[in-house]
Structures are given as C-alpha cells and as structure tokens.
C-alpha cells in the first residue's frame, strides 16, 4: 500500500491541483508567466500519461497516519512504512534523496520516512503521503512572534516568508500556516494544512477569511510563477490554528512547490 | 512576447552580449550537470592545481539531479535544482570561462557581480517541469563522480532545451524586474 502510494505521488498530481493551475493560467496576466503555466501543465499531463516523476525531487516522505484504537498490528507500524517506501523508490524509480545531515553520505532508499502518527476511533489505518521537496522546504519558517503582535504579525510574517522565497520554491505555491499551539505543534499544523484540497477554505469562518485575505496579499507581491513576475504567486492558502500558552503566539510558514503531491488510502 | 532566442554551447562572448533578462532561449548541444557535491568535488581539484574533468570555456552548466532512468530510457526526470546552494562555488567556475548556469530561484550579490565581470548568464528552467525537460534530452553520460548517483557530473546532448535568462551581463535581473512590474499596492 505504501509502496504504491509513494510511486502514485511522484507521477500524478490531484485533480484539485490540476484544476487550479489550469484556473491559474486563465487568470495570470504575466505573458511570461502564462508560458511557465502552460509548461508546468503540459509536464504533468506528460508524467501522468508516461507514469514519470512531475519533479525529479520526488522528495522525502512524509505521512499522517490514523490509526484505529481497534486495530491490532503485528510487528511495527514505522517499519513497515519505511518498508514500503524503500519498495516504491526503488521499485518506482524515484530519487533517493535522504542522507547523513554531517557525512552528506546518501541512506540509498530514500529512508527513513518522517511519520506523524495519531490515535483515533475505529478499526481502520488512514494513510496519508506527502513526498516533500527540498526546493519548497528550505524556505518555510517558524517564528515565536509576542502576542502583542497580534493577528498583524502573524500576517506580517506569513507575507514576509513568501517574499523572501521569491522564486525559490517553485511558484505558484500553496502556504501551509500554522498557528498556536507550541513550536512543534505550529510546524505540524502548518504542514497537515497542506494535506487539504487545494482551495477548499478552512470550515473556521475567521480562518477562512484569513486565508482569504493572505492568498491576496501574496498574490499582489508581484513573484509570479517561477518568480519571474506575474500576479498568481500562491493557489491558495491553508491556515490551521490550535489554542497556545498565554505568554506565546507560534506562526509556522510551510510552503508546497506547485508539484503537490499528495495520496491518501484508508485499509 | 518575442520569439525565443536559439543558443548553442560553447557560447562565445558575443553569444552572450545578445542576451537580455527576461529573454526565452532554446538551447540545443552539449550541457555538463553538476550540483552541490560534485561541485564541491571541483572546487576541491581547483585548490589542488588538478584539472577538472572537462572543460569550462563556453560551457553550460545545468543543476539537476535526475530519478533514475527506467530500462531503456535516457534519463529520468531532470527539472532544476535551487541555484542558490551552489552561489559559493560559482564565481570560480565563471572565472575560468563557464558562460550560462541554469537552475531555478535567486543568485547571490557575488554571482551576479562575477557574471557582469566575466562575461556569462543565468538562465532558469521551469522547476518542476521534470518529465517535459526530460524529452529535451536526447544523450546522457556519466563522465565524473559516478559514486554521487544522481549528483555525477553528467555531459547532456539536449535540443530545444527551453529556458529563461534572469541574469544578463549588464545587470538586469528578470527577478527583480518581473516582480517590479507586477507588484500592487
């Protein structure tokens, strides 16, 4: 299963995607810009028809796992994800892409996978991948703003990390922003938030409009796709928030690369 | 939008002074990929007096670490790689005759000095356009580094290769420029 998703991933993009880089390409009024749409569109149609990786980063993996408080395993769960995902990059012909944060020597099977697990009600196991790149990564932040800085500063800051990416990560982006919670817990919700369909809003009807009004300041910075100018820099903007310490206001800024890969299966 | 400009390596000064940010190009020969390891590795052979295993004059330079071919393919996917991680070691290279990188994302104040000095370009792919830039590429041979995987020194045979120069040797910058132009409020 795991194998499977990780290999499915790498070569098709969702449907909520697709369908916003297309709405994407009508609206950018960069000419420039359209011709990055047009490319970006044309790669994912190719990699979906030939089954080829849309990225050569077919990234790390990273998975949300719910499992059922009336599932019984035999033997690990994180081994056996990592199983399967040394199966489907090796198997998938996907770039490997873990190594030794001092040596930089390569672990050769793109393991181990980062795993966030939960426990919850049922008897079920829903797995969710996300195989991040790097390129997007690398320029998401963490702040622990006062909160006298208030619903400002957190906007303030979400605006600032996408306009020091630029062109970096890829645009047009998707921003996963966290909010509350602890240091950790901002990083995490800011990274779930991007598991959603692209453009649906948070159900919150505050962070929807927060998102709302992120998703147009981003938009007015002018990056455009690939940062080359235009006016669609991000295709949307997922915001999650979660209660914090009353001395404490965690902001986490995750960016997602237009490639947003994602899969999801329930057994 | 003009049509794109037609380049082929090795570029010669005057192929790059007809070059200007924000211009399409086509780039059909002979490119050498290298990114954060094997770039490393040169510089390394540099500060030993060692000759690098090929030669920079004209040349192409493109930051990519490709998937693996599948039996009977080429190359796997082969979209651009952030140019960024590779700024330290770059003026170097320039200085010793390379005249186009290609990556994607921002060069750093030194880069952009050492392309105005030394007479080159950076050019940007579109990231993320892996499986499209893959049918540019019609010859693909490991010649350094084979140890590195997808970081080995490749010599790429492409045609048609599309691309987009941000840095110009006059000190244009399709980055600033474009987003200049686009900004609101």
């Known amino acids: 299963m795991v194998k499977r998703l990780c290999r499915d991933a790498a070569c098709e993009l969702g449907e909520d995607v697709k369908a916003a880089l297309r709405a994407a390409l009508e609206r950018e009024e960069s000419s420039l810009g359209r011709d990055v749409l047009g490319q970006i569109i044309r790669n994912f149609e190719i990699a979906s028809a030939e089954e080829a990786p849309m990225c050569q980063d077919t990234g790390l993996a990273v998975f949300f796992v719910d499992v059922g408080r009336d599932v019984h395993m035999d033997g690990s769960l994180e081994d056996a994800i990592n199983e399967g995902v040394r199966q489907g990059y090796r198997e998938g012909y996907l770039r490997k892409s873990v190594c030794d944060p001092f040596t930089r020597e390569n672990t050769g099977d793109n393991t181990p996978a980062v795993i966030h697990t939960r426990v919850v009600e049922g008897d079920s196991i829903r797995i969710r991948v996300a195989p991040k790149g790097a390129g997007s990564e690398n320029m998401s932040r963490l702040a622990m703003l006062k909160p006298a800085e208030g619903l400002k500063g957190i906007k303030d800051f979400v605006v600032e990390t996408v306009g020091v990416a630029g062109g970096n990560p890829c645009p047009p982006i998707i921003v996963g922003v966290g909010i509350g919670g602890n240091f950790e817990r901002a990083a995490i919700l800011a990274k779930e938030a991007l598991l959603r369909p692209v453009g649906r809003p948070n159900p919150d009807e505050v962070l929807a409009s927060l998102e709302e009004d992120l998703l147009d300041e981003i938009n007015r910075l002018g990056i455009g796709p690939m940062g080359f100018g235009g006016t669609i820099t991000a295709l949307s903007v997922h915001v999650e928030a979660a209660p914090c310490h009353i001395a404490s206001l965690p902001v986490a800024v995750n960016i997602q690369c237009h490639a947003d890969r994602h899969k999801e299966a329930i057994i | ?185």
């Open chain 2, 1 to 185: 939008m003009s049509e794109p400009k037609r380049i082929s390596p090795p570029l010669s000064e005057g192929d790059v002074e007809g070059l200007r940010a924000g211009d399409r190009v086509l780039i059909t020969g002979v490119l050498y990929t290298a990114r954060d390891a094997a770039h490393k590795r040169l510089i390394d052979l540099l500060d030993r007096g060692e000759e690098l295993p090929f030669d920079l004059k004209g040349q192409i330079i493109y930051y990519v670490g490709p998937t693996p071919p599948r039996p009977g393919e080429i190359i796997g996917s082969a979209g651009p790689t952030t140019s960024g991680r590779m700024d330290a070691y770059t003026p170097r290279l320039l200085e010793l005759g390379l005249k186009a990188t290609i990556g994607k994302g921002q060069r750093s104040d030194e880069v952009v000095e050492a392309m105005k000095r030394y007479k080159a370009v950076y050019l940007a792919a579109v990231g993320g356009a892996a499986a499209l830039i893959k049918k540019c590429i019609k010859k693909a041979e490991v010649i350094a580094y084979e140890d590195l995987g997808p970081e080995a020194i490749r010599r790429l045979e492409v045609e048609e290769f599309p691309a987009i120069v941000v840095n110009d040797i006059y000190g244009g910058d399709l980055f600033k420029s474009g987003v200049e132009e686009y900004r609101r409020g």
